[in-house]
Structure formats: structure tokens, C-alpha cells
């Protein structure tokens, strides 16, 4: 049978009092590590940095994959060959948010979505913003083309493409 205690032995201490009187390290541990985005993806990003939209062909399913891949998912094997793709292409899709990255509302709306890459296989993309749209000219089925960044200012990301913009006419 057990009993119930009625006092716990020792001295009850205050928030204040236990950091101050029990012993306690801190400790920051120079963690040192590296990370791979991948063989694909990290070309990918090298090409960004330079001004271009890079894919992997699939010579058994004769597809072209943008985000390129090593591996083709129609048919499970390596895909074979680096090929450039155009950096215009066709809205598949897209959103318009009156919501910023912090979930503030804002006045004047971010518009994402992905788009069809030209040179890439119907319906290969990529999700990124749109500019120099507004509700009522941006559509699906628009053609756009990449506005980068100065080739100074690019560091091998996504947003070396500040956003796409309607292609215009006889362009592209």
C-alpha cells in the first residue's frame, strides 16, 4: 500500500532563486557541417547565377525535365544528357495574394504561380512571381519571359530571377 506525502523535503525555491543558485552551463557548440544541394540542383543553381535555365533530357522517355532531375520518374532510370531551356515560357497556374511573407495584409498584391518553361517538356515549371501585371491583364495561358538580376547582384538561387513579365510582342 503506498502513502501519500504530505512535504517534500528540502527548500522550495523561486524561478529567480534556481538560476541563480543551481549550477547551470551554457553552451554553444561550433557545429561544423556542409550540405549538397545534389548533382541536378546544384547545376541548376550554377546556371542561375550565370543567366540561365538549364534541364535533363530523358532520351528513353523523350522528355525534357525542368527542375532538371537525375533520375527520370516516367521511366526509373538516370536521365542522360544537360540541355538549355528558354527563360520564357507560358502561365500555367497562378495566385494573387494581398498577404506578404509575414502574413501582414498589404495594398498592392504579389502574384505567383508556375510557369511552363519553353524547351522544357509540356507542363515542366517552375513557381516563382510575375510582375508588371495586374489583376485584370494576368491570366493562364499568358506568355512571360524572366527578368534576372544584374549578374553582379546573382548568388545561385531562384530569386536570381527577380520575376516573370509578359513577353512582348515579336519577343521571345
Not at 104 to 110: E, G, H, L, N, S
Request: charge should be positive.
Amino acid at each position: 500500500m503506498s502513502e501519500k506525502v504530505k512535504t517534500w523535503p528540502g527548500v522550495e525555491l523561486s524561478a529567480k532563486e534556481f538560476y541563480g543558485k543551481v549550477t547551470s552551463v551554457k553552451f554553444r557548440p561550433e557545429a561544423k557541417f556542409s550540405w549538397s544541394a545534389g548533382e541536378a540542383m546544384s547545376r541548376f543553381l550554377m546556371e542561375l547565377k550565370e543567366g540561365r535555365l538549364i534541364a535533363r533530357t530523358c532520351r528513353k522517355c523523350k522528355r525534357i525535365l525542368f527542375p532538371p532531375r537525375m533520375f527520370c520518374e516516367e521511366c526509373f532510370r538516370p536521365t542522360d544528357a544537360w540541355t538549355y531551356v528558354k527563360d520564357t515560357g507560358t502561365i500555367e497556374t497562378y495566385s494573387i495574394s494581398y498577404i506578404d511573407l509575414d502574413a501582414k495584409r498589404i495594398t498592392d498584391p504579389v502574384y505567383v504561380g508556375v510557369v511552363s518553361v519553353d524547351g522544357a517538356s509540356p507542363k515542366m515549371g517552375l513557381m516563382h512571381f510575375f510582375g508588371g501585371v495586374t489583376p485584370e491583364t494576368i491570366r493562364i495561358g499568358m506568355r512571360v519571359k524572366a527578368v534576372w538580376k544584374p549578374p553582379a547582384q546573382r548568388e545561385g538561387s531562384v530569386l536570381d530571377i527577380v520575376h516573370w513579365r509578359p513577353l512582348k510582342e515579336g519577343e521571345g
